[in-house]
């Protein structure tokens, strides 16, 4: 029987081999927008996103839509991180609109603390590229949504 830690050193090192191979498969990317009104979920995003890319990518950060608007306005960014709600009252599905609008249109993943099949489905179909449970954000998670983001724009896996 193997002990705990042996299976966390062992779910830790599949964790980076998941990594090492969804990040291989991703275009080099080198801007990136945050939209999340939390400071501790943003910075958890930017950190997430340096931990893939390396500390020479730019991650912007808005809090609110019209900081995000602003942003896309003055240069477009290679993807968007987009958390699902917004105070006071947008959600995603409002929101991305409003980014087609200003000429984004790049992908944009949503991060979702009220994911079901339901929510998945619809912010989907309001153009998201893909969508992430906001309790499971990590670097393995991100990777993966990007793979699936960029799945035809890179090589496939070997």
Known sequence: ???????SGRDFLAKKSDLTKYRKNLPPLQDF?????NTYDGERLRATLHLMFGYEINVRRAKTLGS??????????ELIILDDILPPSDTATTTIPF????GYEGPIVVVSSELNMYRRA???????ADVVHKDDVDSVRIAEALS?????LTPAAE
Do not use: N
């Open 1 to 7: 029987m193997s002990s705990p830690m042996q299976g």
């Open 33 to 37: 927008l945050v939209v999340d009104d």
């Open 68 to 77: 995000a608007l602003d942003q896309v306005i003055e240069k477009k960014p």
């Open 99 to 102: 980014l087609r609008r200003c």
């Open 122 to 128: 619809e912010l989907l179909t309001a153009g998201a």
């Open 148 to 152: 699936r983001v960029f799945k035809d």
